[in-house]
């Protein structure tokens, strides 16, 4: 006769799932307490909880393997399986590397701790402890991390590295990774973690209210400087300068100027060592009296980084606040100017106006002179016209350069090949990273000499790493450089006088 199949007891395998229900009476109601049939009505088991067997076979890091023992010993405390059964399991979870590695070693194993032992044998490396440590010693707390959060997090990866530790030992360690200044008020006063967390949480809480105390006081303090330093500006009277009643002007430094007769809005730019002028502008000023200075492109890199060409050089005209000058301007695309004009250093170096950007305002010019003792602007001028020239030249970024060739001139032609240093994982990452950074920003290049020398990670005071070659060996072959010694007394003859 068919028995029919029920549904609901059929599972995926990769889905191993069990119902932990909460003890119930099993009596019949003959032999119940009359207190308990009294409440009859109230009175039933609370709805099962589903545990899920943990699965592996994605990933083989030892982070992964570790998780996933202790997910598997978690779940055995909850639901204990017999060993046949529990055997029959993990060749279900096990998937990829994991499961070939299971149908060898199957008949080996009779039981869990069996199992765990030759499942971290196979899948750990053999210094995983080291890599565990290393990543101890560089776990840091994080400028916005909790103290509470860190501890515990550090806590649960020590126990990992080594179950047997202590709390004292546990307790030096979290104070050595934790911020100083709370580890500080800490040392000598907590003995384990729960005490270092409760007082450390209200250090910290005092430390995050100190930074608002003095953040309070500073912009007090900045207020009152403001306003004596406001009263000053209006009492002194400077040698040699412009002074003059204020006016307000934008945000943006905007002021009117006449160019060759007509008015216009012009953007002061303390950035910009040039004038600089749209092409459309140019056309409604350009008059018969301008003269074309015959000069080659000029190229601007511009606020934001882009690098644009000019299109002309014009020697105009300008009048501001009853200073006038003449003054080499670049035309450049409509489409590469923010503004029409633009107002650089050489305009407010031929005007000599004074800008109190600090008060918002432009002063209106009064002339007031004296006598200067020494002053020499021509080597300046010279070095910032080279300057702007070569804008390369003077790039913040770094590249290469060709102006000089190093050459290392050595005791024989025969080239030693030195094996790479054995590093952790983590380190190996960190070169990696610094390598691929140098190769991004053009320090170095890929090379197929027969030289080569290792690689070597040294540590810098703030726990990060400085990238190293050891050339000792191409130092051991390389011709010292000689230089002849002066003679001491010519050295003491030449400091004759010197004070």
Not at 387 to 397: A, E, K, N
Not at 437 to 444: N, R
Request: charged residues 25%; hydrophobic residues 35%.
């Amino acid at each position: 006769m068919p028995v029919a199949k029920d549904k609901g007891s059929t599972h995926k395998a990769s889905n191993i799932t069990y119902d932990v229900n909460s003890p119930v009476h099993t009596h019949p109601p003959s032999v119940l307490p009359s207190s308990v049939l009294a409440g009859s009505s109230s009175f039933c088991a609370r709805p099962p909880i589903r545990l899920e067997f943990p699965t592996f076979g994605d990933s083989c890091e030892t982070a992964e393997v570790l998780n996933f023992i202790e997910q598997c010993e978690n779940f055995l405390e909850i639901r204990p399986i017999p060993s046949l059964e529990l055997i029959g399991i993990l060749s279900t979870i096990l998937k990829g590397p994991a499961q070939s590695w299971w149908k060898a070693e199957k008949a080996k194993v009779t039981d869990w701790q069996s199992f765990k032992k030759a499942f971290m044998a196979a899948f750990l490396s053999y210094d995983y402890l080291s890599e565990v440590e290393e990543k101890l010693r560089m776990l840091v707390q994080q400028p916005r991390q909790r103290l509470r959060d860190f501890a515990y997090d550090y806590r649960a990866l020590c126990l990992k590295w080594k179950p047997e530790i202590s709390e004292e030992e546990l307790v030096n360690r979290i104070l050595n990774n934790i911020n100083p200044r709370v580890a500080g008020c800490l040392r000598g006063t907590v003995n384990t973690v729960e005490q270092l967390v409760k007082v450390g949480s209200l250090v910290e809480k005092d430390c995050m209210g100190e930074k608002d105390y003095w953040q309070k006081v500073s912009t007090q303090g900045s207020k009152e400087k403001t306003i004596k330093s406001a009263e000053r500006t209006n009492t002194k009277n400077l040698a040699g300068v412009t002074l003059a009643q204020p006016h307000l002007v934008t945000s943006l430094l905007i002021v009117p100027v006449r160019v060759n007769g007509q008015e216009v809005k012009a953007v002061i730019d303390t950035g910009s060592s040039y004038t600089l002028m749209r092409e459309n502008l140019w056309k409604q000023l350009k008059m018969e009296t301008s003269s074309v200075i015959p000069s080659t492109p000029q190229r601007f890199i511009m606020a934001d980084g882009t690098i644009h060409q000019s299109r002309d050089l014009q020697k105009l005209h300008y009048q501001w606040h009853d200073q006038e000058c003449t003054l080499d301007t670049y035309i450049l695309k409509n489409t590469h100017l923010a503004f029409p004009l633009i107002a650089g250093l050489d305009f407010l170096t031929a005007t000599g106006a004074v800008l109190e950007v600090g008060q918002g305002r432009v002063p209106e010019l009064m002339s007031f002179t004296s006598e200067i003792s020494q002053w020499d602007s021509g080597n300046q001028e010279e070095l910032l016209k080279l300057i702007t020239t070569w804008p390369r030249t003077t790039s913040d970024i770094l590249g290469r350069t060709s102006v000089v060739q190093h050459k290392i001139t050595l005791t024989d032609d025969i080239p030693f090949k030195s094996q790479a240093y054995r590093v952790s994982p983590i380190k190996k990452q960190i070169i990696e990273e610094q390598v691929d950074q140098m190769l991004q920003d053009d320090i170095i290049e890929p090379s197929f000499s027969p030289w080569s020398s290792p690689v070597v990670l040294v540590p810098k005071p703030d726990g990060s790493y400085r990238f190293c070659v050891d050339y000792r060996r191409l130092n051991s072959k390389t011709v010292p450089d000689a230089y002849p010694m002066p003679f001491i007394h010519d050295i003491l003859e030449s400091m004759e006088g010197a004070s």
